[in-house]
């Protein structure tokens, strides 16, 4: 096994960090990790913030649900799906490019680029020793990030990337069956092989809490996700996209 | 610079692959690799389908645009956003999870997670001296896709990955100043900043044309996205997801 699956098998979500800033040498081998990744069409629809300020950090901290390592990391990135400076070159290239800027097509385009991008990103850091955490929780109200971080429409941040010398260690946890993930030519839709193997996997993670909690802990995985998905969570996301203007039409 | 970098930045998009397929245990160390990615609460919201059939590969490169390299390569992987299996669980776990999974929250969710474990698995297998293409073509007709890799109603395919033994090498493409991509603490709302950096970005582009074409080609960068996105393309997009119960509210 080469280096770089090693370092993309060894993945696991970090969230305890030094406090001890990254380098702007490291800032920027990230940064270029991020923007060497395939871009749909060319159209290079993301952009990212770095945020260093600390009452910045300390509020997106509280927006997303008061997780003390968005604030106490090395660094925090922000990937933002952009479509903005799309529309300003529309207009100075005197083309009509609104309808496709506001497509729900162009929306999953900047989405995919964001997160190509992020990935990228995620992986080099790691490379280099460091930790890392996925922070969806910044979509908790996106109305405060985007006047904290001052985007423009057309602008929506994602998450943020949270990145740093790790000081706790966690295990990985193991992903869903490989056949349930991967379907060969078509999607496995026999209701009765699916239920299988979400069984064997709701056994899998529930075994995997049990010996992590002293037993305390032995919820499956369906139960998790269904229990998630009951709370209706963040439904404002589609009035702030469309506001943004964006998958409007 | 280590090796993961290395094969971070040395990505380009190949189109030009050897008839040979790869073995079933390269697709599975993509496929391992792509499930290492992060997951937003461990939801794992995408499912990944291999095509081998030469038929529906033959289909699918018409869609694409009558894309040859959809057709010949070592495999190609088609990555969708999934939240059909939560629909199910939802029924098993007897919880109303419906409003969650149909919010434009949830559906950004999927393409997100689909995309990390893109990349992943296009890192994995570019370490493994293979070339890739990711193939946006595939959503020029997504109902035909649909039909053809029988998904149900809540998996929308986003996106294809052809992987394969390259015989042509391509030239990196040069990407967006970085100072244009990455902003500090908040977003770059200066236009006049902005414009001065694409216009020294439109430069550097048009002479990578022009060196690459003897002349024959040297548009500039925002001419390209001007007259890309004033063609509306894939306008049904909006109807199609939400008519497989997505992005809805």
């Not at 400076?85 to 385009?109: A, L």
């Not at 993930?181 to 239920?195: K, S």
């Amino acid at each position: 096994m080469n280096e770089v699956i090693q370092t993309i098998l060894n993945h696991r979500s970090l969230r305890h960090f030094e406090d001890k800033p990254l380098t702007d040498e490291q800032i920027k081998t990230i940064v270029t990790s991020a923007q060497a990744a395939a871009t749909s069409s060319f159209i290079q629809a993301y952009s990212i913030i770095g945020v260093k300020d600390k009452e910045k950090k300390k509020k997106l901290a509280e927006i997303a649900g008061n997780q003390e390592y968005v604030e106490k990391n090395g660094h925090f990135f922000v990937f933002c799906a952009d479509l903005y400076r799309h529309s300003i070159i529309g207009e100075k290239e005197q083309k009509d490019v609104t309808p496709s800027i506001e497509s729900t097509e162009k929306f999953m385009v900047a989405l995919i680029d964001a997160s190509l991008a992020a990935q990228n990103a995620a992986i080099a850091a790691e490379s280099l020793g460091l930790g890392i955490c996925y922070i969806g929780g910044i979509r908790n109200n996106l109305e405060e990030v985007k006047k904290l971080l001052k985007t423009p429409e057309r602008v929506i941040p994602l998450f943020g990337l949270a990145v740093g010398v790790p000081t706790k260690l966690t295990d990985k946890k193991p992903r869903l069956p490989y056949e349930h993930v991967y379907h060969e030519d078509e999607y496995e839709q026999n209701t009765e092989v699916y239920l299988t193997q979400l069984q064997k996997y709701d056994e899998l993670i529930s075994s995997y809490y049990e010996e992590r909690t002293e037993g305390k802990r032995k919820d499956r995985w369906s139960e998790q996700m269904a229990i998630m998905l009951d709370r209706k969570s963040r439904m404002y996301m589609k009035e702030f996209v469309q506001k943004n203007k964006l998958n409007l039409k």
